[in-house]
């Protein structure tokens, strides 16, 4: 089946990220949200990502506006009803993520395909919510969606081989370069590898062993890394690098590497969650 239109559920960072890279090439799209400012916040990136675009000359005033045409903002979730595939992106969350998917199972047809951005969340306990395991996969992007290139494929137990290949080509056809993980294991390929990063070096700088600052400057200079990583949690949230941890500690068979710092926590709890907000490491 050609994918022609497209849903996406949260018009948060990644949402909205993926919402404009499938109008981009000429995907006709309905992005959703729980309420309206939240929608009118995706479009308002939307907007600014491809003004900036046009500054620098990537495309032209009309091509930015009939990109922005292809994109409706809405709340009502009925809207989604005729679309040919759907990205849930709302938070991590695995419970609100089962809701959605089980209203999504029950409003769209039988063929379409529900794709789920999920950073490390099993995508077989979210395809359980369905009636439809077979067409549920995952689609994991990556912060900032226009401009990281790499999208994980995710099986869960029952995906099939159709669901994977059809997934895998639109990713592709949106300019993506893509990898199957082959077996549903929390946090994938690269959140297995980069959490553990993550945490090593918040403990460096918990024990006093060095700076913020320098860590990221080693890293940056020693292991030819473009952002170091306290750089990249401020990015793409404090809050994310959390609640992975928690997650692959708990399904992982709680392993001492997976435990988050205690200045991790400390940092969450007290509201420093990055996103470039000027809350953060720095």
Known sequence: MPIKKIGVVGAGTMGNGIAQIAAQIGCDVVMTDIEMRFVEAGMKKIQGFLARSVEKGKMDAKEKDAVLGRIKGTVDMADLKDVDLIVEAVIEDLDLKKTVFKELDELCRPEVILATNTSSMSITEIAASTNRPDKVCGMHFFNPVP??????????????????????????????????????????IVNRIMIPHMLEAI????????????????????????????????????DIAYFVSEYLYKELNKENKWVSPNLLKTMVRAGNLGKKTGRGWY
């Not at 080509?169 to 370069?177: R, S």
């Not at 993980?181 to 994938?188: I, L, Q, R, T, Y």
């Not at 600052?213 to 990015?235: H, I, R, W």
């Open 147 to 188: 401009l990281m290139r790499l999208v994980e494929i995710i099986r869960g137990y029952a995906t099939s081989d159709e669901t994977i290949k059809t997934t895998t080509e639109f990713a592709q056809k949106l300019g993506k370069i893509t990898v199957e993980v082959k077996k549903d294991s929390p946090g994938f």
């Open 203 to 238: 403990k460096i700088v918990e024990e006093g062993i060095a700076s913020i600052e320098d860590v990221d400057t080693a890293v940056k200079n020693g292991l030819n890394y473009p952002m170091g990583p306290f750089e990249l949690m401020d990015l793409t949230g404090i």
